[in-house]
């Protein structure tokens, strides 16, 4: 059969990647696809670097406009990133007719809703396996393989970088910026990393998964994000104590009057699965009311593992590209007529369980005050370390778990607790899941 | 749009499930196929049965060839189960025109290159999804998220029976014997549990993988099967002060000149995460060139584990019927015309490490005279451990763990150890992976 022909936008780390393995498994994805799936054409700035890389078998050009439009490119792979120039040449080559493949989880959380209209509209396929956990085939899992679940939460450990980051930090007993420094001497951080430690990223991942479990639209901007930054050793040494692990998680949870969405460091048992999940790798836990809990674990990120999901997508297209736009799996796993707008809910609206740090006067009294807050908050309390003051100090901490309880019943008790004159200060608070 | 009519050929506990949760998530499940899957015919021997189950809501009969031939029934789900009439069943439905959906990984091990060859040249989908794994989603990973990949190897936990059994030896340091009668007392096994304890289900499973993950035809007749019935408390424990756990796992392995294709009680790392899948849970690890390790976990069985696969199918097929079949996603991941014939290598030529112990006299010289043999035959020893005798004992444990070696090898050296006088039982020889 003639060969799919790919063009492709952008050969950095996951270009590259795609190309070699794209050559090297050649006669392997064949044997698959039924045809050849070839890059015929490659556009990135640096023309010298796209050449080298391509060992001078490909067209190569600085106008990737150029890719888009071309009427010999079957399928357009976008792997430039950001919301920019990468958005305008995506909805070009849908304008085009190109089907479409991408890694691009900002562009999907941001602009997913338009893109997907435009390429429904225009009968091509919008892929992006490669934009949430790398090489596993998570997209396809929840999309496909668990349709027959009404879902009911997904909780992902989808940020290679922080999950590193905080595995050091245990590991090692290090601070958030010892560990990012080594984090970074690996090549696991960018220089700047704001985009990995504050969640962004995460969040960008959690945001598609949530419209794909749910049938809802992206919505990004109605995600909480909290980040690891300001996460502190000793937090990740009580909640050891305490029979827990530290991790990001991006989460998404049903609820009867809206959908979570939220990434945040995040409490969970570490007896489960998913909390024995270290350094860079990638897991995915999700939660159906037929299946039960199924996870999904691999590498997130990297050349060659994200190439292997970019490819994967190649291959389904080159398998699907036929059928009638009535029968291909829908973008988004449910009917385009099928989404409800069922809205995020606001982050006081959240339920959850909460670790509390406090740091407070070692006198009578104390605590009598601080649960008698709880209690007026109808916060019930799980598990409690109260330490004894180091030698000479006279202020110690108390670590409160609770049972699940709406968040803003614990922003209410944390402002009466921190009003305590015996409070020295800013309550800590992290949320817990059970993930049971 | 029109819904997809469904007949069901048995109504056990799957069937059952497939039923309950079609009809309690058919809004979800229409929403994401585009139109209603209904179960429009029930054929089953029990027909009060069926009729309970159904509600009286669906058409009943105790024929089920009259359901595969029922010209109004566009997916036949087949969950009688074994190679007899489920065969015929399957080939009458085939031979109708009908797209097939079954669990049953014994009719597909067995007689899967038949039955796919007919369902190619007949136009029809069969789908298996629930053949492998229950509820875990692998079949499609392996078929369509992992298409970039030269598959390397699949290790996989997939039978819930043994690996209950093989979790409680170990956590109560019970006996083989009374484990079972555990997993019988809960449901887990059934009064006859050899298909299960011995590891010939296991066996179907790892089959079916092995021709997705290569390629190759179904090769079930040339895989080595050894289950767990045989193995003794003591290895289990020793296992454990060594760093690794027993799991019965289903092997297949690419080799230059062949393939493996093994189940039998396995030595593991303690930290990998595949290690620590316990009680009826199943896990699959895939070891692609590309992606690296990836690792899917979840209920191997059960009423809606199992229904969750099957009705994956059926949105599946609705999804894809329509496209011309040039275009499907191949049954068996890749083209029919690109299967290749490599055979399964003998058990004598596979290459992995061992787990040795042997009865020996607590006397000089004993350790010499193994060793050698062992040298003798070129296998190096990783890590041994020699127990000194129990009080009034003159025999004691020797235990050795080699380095990568081919099977021929080590039967070899077992024979020359067993003739050793010095020798006072048969050698127990467990295999070991390092799934790293």
Known sequence: MQPMNVGLLGIG?????TFTVLTRNEAEITRRAGRPIRITQVADKNTALAKQVTGGKVAVTDDAFAVAANPSIDIVVELIGGCGVAKELVMQAIANGKHVVTANKALLAVHGNEIFAAAQTRGVIVAFEAAVAGGIPIIKAVREGLTANRIEWIAGIINGTTNFILSEMRDKGISFAEALQDAKRLGYAEADPTFDVEGIDAAHKITILSALAFGIPMQFDRAHIEGISQLEADDIRYAEQLGYRIKL??????RPNGVELRVHPTLIPAKRLIANVEGVMNA????????????????GAGAEPTASAVIADL????????????????????????????????????ETSYYLRLRVEDKPGVLADITRILADQTISIDAMIQREPNEGESHTDIIILTHVTVEKNIDAAIVKIEALPVVKKKVIRLRMEALG
Do not use: C, I, K, N
């Open 315 to 350: 291959v389904d297209v080159t398998r699907m590209h036929t059928a009638d736009p009535e029968h291909r799996v829908p973008h988004l796993a449910f009917q385009p007529s099928a989404v409800q707008d069922t809205l995020v809910l606001p982050l006081s609206e959240v």
């Open 249 to 254: 998680l991006g989460m998404t949870r049903r």
């Open 284 to 299: 995915v836990l999700v939660q159906g009311d037929a299946v039960g809990a199924t996870l999904y674990y691999g590498r």
């Open 13 to 17: 780390t996951v270009g590259g990647g």
